[in-house]
């Protein structure tokens, strides 16, 4: 079984293998993943790394594993108003909920208790299906990363 155990800076290799994973399983340092190709592998990190969209992972063998996320069932707040999405971040981080922020516009994974908060606030929501890349929040360990907040991946 193919061993993934570091993340790598960034890589040439035109040939990428890909796992694409959702955000809860990129969370997990050390579990059995399939990549895209069917192949099984176990992957093996330094525990508490958070895995991104993006990522470049080697193994132990030398081959190259890009990371990508998964399109997962989302809740998607718009608006133009920055004191609307302030107050809405701020309840939802009051509940410790992940959170993607971008301009005019925020994330979370789809939760009908937490929809029905931001309602209260007078937000519409959109469920869509979307990758989710949430804040690393301000005690990651990952060290700096090249990610940047798109609504596209």
């Known amino acids: 079984m193919l061993k993934i155990i570091e ?9 990428l293998i890909t796992l694409t ?8 340092s050390r579990q059995r993943v399939t990549l895209d190709n069917g192949n099984e592998a176990e992957l093996i990190l330094e525990r508490g790394v958070v895995l ?3 990522d470049f992972l080697g193994t132990i063998d030398g081959q190259v594993i890009e990371v990508l996320a998964a399109h997962e069932t989302v809740s998607t707040v718009r608006d133009q108003n920055t004191h609307s999405l ?3 971040c701020y309840h939802l981080g009051n509940r410790h909920v992940p959170l993607q922020i971008g301009d005019g516009w925020l994330r ?3 939760d009908h208790v937490l929809d029905e908060m931001i ?3 007078g937000l519409s929501i959109e469920h869509e299906e ?3 890349e949430p804040e690393a929040g ?3 360990k990952n060290g700096s990363h090249h990610h940047t907040h798109s609504d596209e991946h």
């Open 7 to 15: 993340r790598i800076k960034e890589s040439s290799d035109v040939s």
């Open 21 to 28: 994973l959702p955000f809860e399983k990129r969370q997990k």
């Open 52 to 54: 991104r969209h993006g």
């Open 86 to 88: 302030s107050r809405a």
């Open 108 to 110: 979370y994974l789809r």
């Open 119 to 121: 309602r209260s606030l």
């Open 130 to 132: 979307a990758p989710f």
């Open 138 to 140: 301000a005690y990651h």
